[in-house]
C-alpha cells in the first residue's frame, strides 16, 4: 500500500549530547526531547520511548473524543486519559506490549452518551495504529 501526500507524516530525531541516549525530536515546528531513564543509564531528560507512544496514544483518544462530542454538540466539558504500558505473555507464549487506558469523562453525559464516546475512542487513529499493527521500512541514507 502507498502512501499519499495527506497521509505522510514526516519527523527527525537525533542525538541531543546530553548524555549517551538523549535525543532531540523536531515535529514540523515543535522541538522535544526523549532519552532513557537513570535506571536505564541515561539522563532522563525527556520521556522515554514507550511514554512517547503512551502519550501519542492519550492524546489522540481525547482528541477523537472531544472531535465527536463537539460534532454531536454533546456537554462533554473535559476528558483526561491514563496510560499504562506492559509487556506480557500473549496466549501464543509470545512477547507482547499492552497498553490499558482508563478514560475519565466529565459533563452532563447521558450513559449512552459515555458509551458511545467510549467507542470512538477505540477507533482514534494510533489506537487502530496499534491494534492493527505496523510495517516499518528502514534503510541506510
Not at 496514544?57 to 486519559?81: D, I, N
Not at 490499558?100 to 447521558?110: A, F, K, N, Q
Request: net charge negative; proline share 4%.
Amino acid at each position: 500500500m502507498n502512501a499519499t501526500a495527506s497521509t505522510t507524516r514526516e519527523i527527525s530525531v537525533g542525538e541531543s549530547g546530553l548524555g549517551p541516549y538523549g535525543q532531540i525530536i523536531v515535529a514540523g515546528r515543535h522541538v522535544m526531547s526523549a532519552d532513557e531513564s537513570e535506571a536505564l543509564g541515561g539522563r532522563d531528560t525527556g520521556p522515554d520511548p514507550f511514554e512517547l507512544v503512551m502519550s501519542g496514544l492519550g492524546a489522540c483518544t481525547a482528541m477523537t473524543m472531544r472531535m465527536y462530542a463537539e460534532r454531536k454538540k454533546w456537554p462533554l466539558v473535559r476528558s483526561s486519559v491514563q496510560v499504562r504500558h506492559s509487556k506480557i505473555t500473549g496466549a501464543d507464549g509470545k512477547p507482547l506490549d499492552r497498553f490499558e487506558r482508563v478514560i475519565t469523562m466529565e459533563g452532563d453525559l447521558s450513559e449512552e452518551q459515555r458509551q458511545r464516546l467510549l467507542e470512538i475512542a477505540n477507533r482514534c487513529p494510533v489506537h487502530e495504529t496499534l491494534t492493527r499493527g505496523s510495517e516499518v521500512q528502514t534503510s541506510l541514507a
